[in-house]
């Protein structure tokens, strides 16, 4: 078992920038990829960026690239969002997600690839 913890959010204005950060323990040495995702109300979780957990291998969502960075810390068994730039579009809930299984398909997307996952930690973007 894998437990998560998300913590970092908070309200930021148009433009702002916010770190957010994910605390992982139990089976920790388990973790193959780890991911975030996020979910405005009324609307679907949707992926937002993920990375293999060994070697730090990123992907992200087409709506976040080049201004999302997501990031690892092994020793720490912490996982973070760095958020520059945003918009009111990307307010939501932003979950942390883990995946203890390797993929022969690359690092996996959907959000039922993820058998973990934390309680969320809100993000608000004031225009």
């Known amino acids: 078992q894998v437990q998560l913890v998300e913590s970092g959010g908070g309200v930021v204005q148009t433009g702002g920038s916010l770190t957010l950060s994910c605390a992982a323990s139990?089976?920790?040495?388990?973790?193959?990829?780890m991911a975030w995702y996020r979910q405005a109300p009324g609307k679907d979780r949707i992926f937002v960026a993920a990375?293999?957990?060994?070697?730090?291998?990123?992907y992200y969502a087409d709506s976040v690239k080049g201004r999302f960075t997501i990031a690892r810390d092994n020793a720490k068994s912490a996982l973070y969002l760095h958020m520059n730039n945003l918009k009111p579009e990307d307010t939501a809930v932003y979950y942390c997600?883990?995946?203890?299984?390797?993929?022969?398909?690359?690092?996996?997307?959907?959000?039922?690839?993820?058998?973990?996952w934390g309680q969320g930690t809100q993000v608000t973007v004031s225009s």
């Open positions: 990375l293999n957990w060994d070697y730090g291998t990123p």
């Open positions: 997600a883990a995946r203890a299984v390797d993929s022969e398909y690359g690092i996996p997307v959907a959000a039922t690839s993820y058998a973990y």
């Open positions: 139990g089976r920790n040495s388990d973790i193959k990829y």
